[in-house]
Structures are given as C-alpha cells and as structure tokens.
C-alpha cells in the first residue's frame, strides 16, 4: 500500500515504508532536523540515518515516532502510519472551539448521505459485483463518515467529563 503525501517542499512523496516516513517528516517539515533531534533527544547523525531509508540496518525507536510527528506538524503521516496498519486516522478537534451543535449537524447529514450510498449499492454486493467508482465513492465517504462520527463522540464523551486521560509515552510502565 502506498500514500502519497503532499510536501512542504511541494513534492509528492510516496511513503510506502516506515523509513520514507520518517524520511518525509525529517527532510519535509518546517521544524530543521537539528530541532528536531533535538526535541526527540537523539543525536542530529541518529535522526540523519534513520531518515535514510536506505539504510536497513538503522531502525528508528517507535518511541519517538509520535514526538516526531507532533513536533514537526505532519499529523498527515498520522494518517498514511494508519493506512500501512489498515486503518483510518484522524485528528481529534479541541473541543473549546467547535460548536457542537453544528458538528452534530455535519455527523447527521454524513451518515444520511452514506445511509443513500449503502443503499445505492445494496444491488450491486447482492449481484456480487462493485463498480470502482461506487467503491471509490463508498471508501471516502465512509472515511469521512468514520472520522466525523468519532469526533462527535469525543465531543460528547468531554461534554458529559468522561474523556479519556491522554496517553503519556514518556513514562516506563512499573511492575
């Protein structure tokens, strides 16, 4: 599988591996990789050779791989990590600016409007075959839908103060 993401160097790269991921967030964020040893507390030469992904031999510790997307802003690759695992990733809105009754409003209308396409395309899975343009339409829009719908659920998750507490990936877990 393969996600091709857009750049702040305004090229596409194609991360199909956890190298060149590691690869786009180092050489293609606005933070310098010096910064970003910095904030991951590693050396500059660390950072350089593991966004080689050339180099085999060099794995990149999983630990500082959310610092390192936070750091650098490229929630996007957030997105193409949860693709490589087979799934959807999307960022959680802070709840003190969205208006919760138009972010119910939007969650209602994504799922009447992916209500229509389920329907739509209930002949066709019954028939046993799919146009890729309805697969296409169902695979985004349901993406959306999937998004939007935790989203909401987050909302009122804090709204009613049972939010979950973040998880601290500093911190060793003790026996």
């Given at each position: 599988?393969?996600?091709?993401?857009?750049c702040?160097?305004?090229q596409r790269c194609d991360v199909v591996t956890l190298a060149e991921l590691v690869q786009c967030a180092v050489h293609h964020s606005e933070q310098p990789p010096k910064a970003i040893a910095e904030a991951l507390g590693v050396r500059?030469?660390?950072?350089?050779?593991?966004?080689?992904?050339?180099?085999?031999e060099l794995q990149f510790q999983l630990r500082h791989l959310?610092?390192?997307i936070r750091?650098?802003?490229?929630?996007?690759?957030?997105?193409?990590?949860?693709?490589?695992?087979?799934?959807?990733?999307?960022?959680?809105?802070?709840?003190?600016a969205v208006p919760s009754a138009a972010l119910a409003q939007e969650t209602a209308r994504l799922a009447s409007?992916?209500?229509?396409i389920t329907s739509e395309a209930a002949p066709a899975l019954a028939a046993g075959s799919v146009s890729p343009m309805v697969a296409a339409r169902i695979y985004h829009e349901g993406r959306e839908l999937i998004a939007q719908t935790a989203r909401f659920m987050h909302l009122t998750d804090t709204l009613a103060g049972i939010a979950p507490a973040p998880v601290r990936l500093d911190q060793r877990r003790r026996a």
């Open positions: 599988m393969s996600a091709a993401v857009l702040r160097c305004a500059a030469g660390y950072l350089h050779d593991a966004a080689n992904p050339d180099r085999d959310v610092t390192l750091f650098t802003g490229r929630v996007d690759l957030a997105s193409v990590l949860a693709e490589m695992l087979g799934g959807v990733f999307f960022q959680l809105p802070d709840i003190a409007e992916f209500a229509d």
